[in-house]
């Protein structure tokens, strides 16, 4: 059985990611992309990489072929999600949101970060939040409601919570840290999305690399939501000059309990949460991750190391931020929503070179 698909946003580079896994997936159609800047372009002509391969063309974001899907994502900016959630699951269409707009369980915590009114909060308590890996029975749970005719919403989280939980959340879940939870994230240009600006040009972006939203960054409070550590997350992002990947250190305290413990034996436990997944690869003790080994994949890279001097656990993550970061955690996502393999239309398979 295959089901009607729409991207509303598909040409900004999430959209993009979407529109390339979908177009190869067995059972989603991909029916309608929308952009409103955009509208009446082939997808091709503002893409070519997608020349022969589709000719769907831009329709504005009211289009009626939106209504007539089964599942939507959107790849809008947040706040714009706000203005369509509501009346697509009235709609009864499921909706997976890549945005930052029902992420975040506390409205009073987006607003104050987003510094945006939460125009729905009445379902942030019945979205599923999109990390499977360390969320699953949220999906299970948005399955139920597809399996009773129902639609469902999946907040996906972002690129930079998902590479930091996914390294972190398993030593902080077991309880070996204490303490403040320190990030250093570093991610590729595409990251900030297809507007160009001062920071983002290629002129300033290319053989530079430089911290930006230090103390501020709004994906702060949804890494500290995921490991349950409110108040306790210092997060900062670095802009590198590449076009995708995205690779984050996070520096945990061990507490006196956990320091007597082994590298082996962290590693093991990772293993044990992950090893049913085929999305997270847990590196062997003395192996890192590197972006290079997963762009164009929905892995992420996992790697341990103890500082034995300092008491301190160092979990690195590496993804693709357009994909596992993004776009492709959607369709995951969404692939188990609806009841189908985990891996439909994914990758796991890096570019060797």
């Not at 929308?34 to 589709?54: I, K, M, R, V």
């Not at 129902?150 to 996914?166: H, M, Q, W």
Request: proline letters at 5%; aromatic letters at 6%.
């Amino acid at each position: 059985m295959s089901y009607k698909v729409g991207v509303v946003g598909a040409a900004g580079y999430a959209g993009a990611e979407l529109v390339r896994l979908l177009l190869g997936h067995p059972e989603f159609e991909l029916s309608v992309i929308t952009s409103n800047a955009d509208a009446g372009t082939p997808l091709a002509a503002e893409y070519p990489a997608f020349a022969g391969a589709t000719d769907l063309v831009f329709t504005t974001h009211d289009d009626p072929a939106v209504r007539a899907c089964d599942l939507v994502f959107l790849a809008v900016p947040h706040t714009a999600a706000l203005a369509q959630v509501p009346s697509l699951l009235e709609a009864g269409i499921t909706v997976v949101d890549l945005s930052a707009d029902y992420r975040l369980a506390d409205k009073d915590v987006y607003e104050q970060w987003y510094n945006a009114r939460h125009t729905s909060p009445e379902l942030l308590s019945t979205r599923a939040f999109g990390l499977p890996e360390l969320f699953g029975d949220d999906l299970a749970r948005a399955h139920e409601l597809h399996e009773a005719g129902k639609p469902a919403l999946v907040a996906c989280a972002g690129c930079y919570p998902t590479a930091t939980s996914l390294a972190s959340a398993p030593a902080v879940r077991a309880g070996w840290t204490h303490g403040l939870v320190i990030v250093d994230a570093k991610s590729g240009v595409t990251g900030a999305g297809k507007g160009c600006n001062a920071k983002t040009h290629f002129c300033n972006a290319d053989e530079d690399v430089m911290a930006y939203n230090v103390g501020k960054h709004r994906h702060t409070p949804e890494i500290e939501q995921i490991l349950g550590k409110p108040g306790e997350v210092v997060f900062t992002p670095h802009l590198v000059p590449q076009k995708r990947g995205l690779l984050s250190t996070v520096y945990l305290q061990l507490t006196d309990e956990a320091a007597g413990m082994s590298l082996d034996d962290m590693l093991a436990c990772y293993h044990a949460l992950y090893d049913g997944h085929p999305f997270v690869q847990v590196l062997s003790a003395g192996t890192q991750p590197r972006t290079a080994s997963v762009v164009g994949t929905n892995v992420a890279q996992v790697g341990l190391a103890i500082n034995a001097r300092t008491n301190t656990l160092i979990c690195t993550g590496a993804i693709d931020n357009l994909c596992k970061g993004a776009a492709g955690q959607g369709v995951q996502c969404a692939n188990i929503v609806f009841g189908l393999d985990e891996k439909a239309g994914l990758s796991n398979i890096g570019m060797a070179v």
